[in-house]
């Protein structure tokens, strides 16, 4: 019996061999690490105004939301949540899930008919990835960013439905989707365009209203728009925004929606809280723009190798797997939090430091910072 843990326990042999190994840490409420690592970009899990809504949804609801969206889990925070986030993207309809993950599972998953073709990037998160493959419609994955490949992969399946499906602001690099160009080659072969715009809410766009609105497509009728609620908002939970039918065609068949315990009722108010912040914080980001462009010219000026965002990702390349586990161990211990990513996490086999801005940090923490990753640097 104990055969299947041995076999096991080699595979994280090979694993801490090749510099893969991931490791737990509990991170305490008073923590004094300057974080580069989180993806709390506009600094407002913590605000007052947020707090104070979740407390105040706590107090009325209870801690959990007891039971999935269809059964006994829909609330007034979470319908007026759905009801703001349409409107500020620009869609007919939202609806919440539990994680921006099964928001895009549900979502990939939710535009397949027989037949579908889905045209993924190749840079694309993990969950858009093990959306396309759950779904088990065929799946063209397109090099990185590359119009003409999406192009090429959507003409030669004429007559077949078709998905493009994408980011808008990338994970990996931080480097923003030609989302117009991508709309168009969609259109143009009757696809549908799907985009997750996790990276970009709040960060880019009127308004901070995503990639996806500052791309002019915001309310189109064959865009659809996932995203998280944990990263410029701060909180937890996934939403889907898109035509109201499509909406509809979710809530009844959508198994990661239905099957699924709804979001705490207190998330969705403080994360409401934090959508009207975000909405009327154009100076955090004005100031989110300014570190990034410095994060940037700082590590150049050091020799090192960096993405040149357009959000709030910084990625600075690193020798190999190792080299950046250990990178981000020595930032660790001089009391900087950095994101080590590595293969498989990365698309391209380049090991990584992804830094996140943070505006919620100090500016005098977060250059000092900057001059710790670069002194730390293999």
């Given at each position: 019996?104990?055969d299947?843990l041995?076999?096991l326990?080699?595979?994280?042999?090979l694993?801490?061999?090749?510099?893969l190994t991931r490791?737990?840490?509990?991170?305490?409420a008073?923590?004094?690490?300057?974080?580069?690592?989180?993806?709390d970009?506009?600094?407002l899990?913590?605000?007052?105004?947020?707090t104070?809504?979740?407390?105040?949804?706590l107090?009325?609801?209870?801690?959990?939301?007891?039971?999935?969206?269809l059964?006994?889990?829909?609330t007034?925070?979470?319908?007026?949540?759905?009801e703001d986030l349409a409107?500020?993207?620009g869609?007919?309809?939202?609806?919440?899930?539990?994680?921006g993950?099964?928001?895009?599972?549900?979502?990939?998953?939710?535009?397949?008919?027989?037949?579908?073709?889905?045209?993924?990037?190749?840079?694309?998160?993990?969950?858009?990835?093990?959306?396309?493959?759950i779904s088990?419609?065929?799946?063209?994955?397109?090099p990185h960013?590359?119009?003409?490949?999406v192009?090429?992969?959507?003409?030669?399946?004429?007559?077949?439905?078709?998905?493009v499906v994408?980011e808008?602001v990338?994970s990996?690099d931080?480097?923003?989707?030609?989302?117009?160009?991508?709309h168009?080659?969609?259109?143009?072969?009757?696809?549908?365009?799907?985009?997750?715009d996790a990276?970009?809410?709040?960060?880019?766009?009127?308004g901070?209203?995503?990639?996806?609105?500052?791309?002019?497509?915001a309310?189109?009728?064959?865009?659809?728009?996932?995203?998280?609620?944990?990263k410029?908002?701060g909180g937890a939970?996934?939403?889907?925004?898109?035509?109201?039918?499509?909406?509809?065609?979710?809530?009844e068949?959508?198994r990661?929606f239905?099957?699924?315990?709804a979001?705490?009722?207190?998330?969705?108010?403080?994360v409401?809280?934090?959508?009207?912040?975000?909405?009327?914080?154009e100076?955090l980001r004005?100031?989110?723009?300014?570190?990034a462009?410095?994060?940037?010219?700082?590590l150049?000026a050091?020799?090192?190798?960096?993405?040149a965002p357009?959000g709030?990702?910084?990625?600075?390349?690193?020798?190999?797997?190792e080299?950046?586990t250990?990178?981000?161990?020595?930032?660790?211990?001089?009391?900087?939090?950095?994101?080590?990513?590595?293969?498989?996490?990365?698309?391209?086999s380049?090991s990584?430091?992804?830094?996140t801005?943070?505006?919620?940090?100090?500016?005098?923490?977060f250059?000092?910072a900057?001059?710790?990753?670069?002194?730390?640097?293999?």
């Open positions: 019996m104990s299947w041995a076999a326990d080699r595979r994280a042999e694993r801490a061999k090749a510099g490791t737990l840490r509990p991170r305490a008073a923590d004094d690490l300057v974080d580069l690592a989180g993806n970009y506009l600094g899990s913590r605000h007052p105004m947020v104070a809504a979740a407390t105040a949804a107090d009325e609801y209870g801690l959990g939301a007891t039971g999935s969206r059964v006994r889990g829909s007034a925070p979470h319908h007026a949540l759905e409107g500020w993207l869609a007919e309809r939202a609806l919440l899930f539990s994680s993950y099964l928001a895009n599972v549900g979502a990939v998953r939710g535009l397949v008919r027989p037949r579908t073709l889905l045209v993924s990037d190749a840079h694309n998160h993990a969950s858009l990835i093990d959306g396309c493959r088990g419609a065929e799946t063209m994955v397109t960013a590359d119009v003409d490949a192009r090429a992969a959507l003409a030669a399946a004429p007559g077949r439905p078709a998905v994408t808008s990338f990996v931080g480097d923003l989707a030609p989302l117009a160009e991508l168009a080659v969609a259109r143009e072969h009757n696809a549908l365009l799907l985009v997750d990276h970009g809410l709040g960060v880019v766009g009127p901070g209203a995503g990639g996806v609105t500052a791309a002019g497509l309310g189109e009728p064959d865009v659809i728009v996932t995203a998280t609620l944990s410029a908002l939970g996934g939403v889907v925004a898109a035509p109201a039918e499509f909406v509809r065609h979710l809530v068949t959508g990661t239905i099957f699924d315990t979001p705490p009722p207190a998330v969705a108010a403080g409401r809280a934090a959508m009207e912040l975000a909405w009327r914080g100076q004005v100031e989110l723009g300014d570190r462009a410095y994060a940037v010219r700082r150049r050091a020799g090192l190798t960096g993405s357009k709030a990702v910084v990625s600075v390349t690193a020798p190999g797997p080299a950046a250990a990178w981000a161990a020595d930032c660790r211990d001089r009391g900087v939090a950095v994101g080590c990513f590595r293969p498989p996490s990365t698309p391209d380049r990584r430091l992804r830094l801005i943070n505006v919620g940090v100090p500016r005098a923490d250059e000092r900057l001059e710790v990753i670069v002194e730390c640097a293999p």
